[in-house]
């Protein structure tokens, strides 16, 4: 199965969970794409003692899972993404709505 994920929200709480569905969803044999909007391109910021949540990312792409984010967010924020969150456009986000089975959103 083809699943998209979609974050939005800063909290560290719910961004972490998000990941995590991801790694897992990856180890059960899904492909899994993760499109950081509005707030949520703000995640590689988000650690606190309790929600690890880079290493969340990293596992998730360890693990073949592929993160993208709203350029528009990005630049708002006067950052340029990452190489684990390059910046990306409103039509890799159509992409994946297109293209996956199931969407979730955080």
């Known amino acids: 199965m083809k699943l998209g994920i979609i974050i939005y929200s800063d909290n560290a709480e719910v961004v972490w969970n998000a990941f995590r569905l991801g790694v897992f969803s990856l180890k059960e044999g899904n492909l899994v794409k993760v499109f950081l909007l509005a707030k949520g391109v703000e995640c590689e910021s988000l650690n606190t003692e309790k929600f690890k949540v880079t290493e969340q990312m990293q596992s998730f792409v360890d ?3 592929k993160i993208l984010a709203c350029g528009i967010c990005l630049k708002i924020r006067n950052s340029e993404g990452s190489e684990m969150c390059p ?3 409103m ?3 159509h992409d994946i ?3 996956s089975a199931k969407v979730v959103t955080f």
Do not use: F, I
Request: net charge positive.
């Open 97 to 99: 709505v297109k293209d």
């Open 63 to 65: 693990n073949g899972g």
């Open 91 to 93: 039509k890799n986000l």
């Open 87 to 89: 910046l990306s456009t």
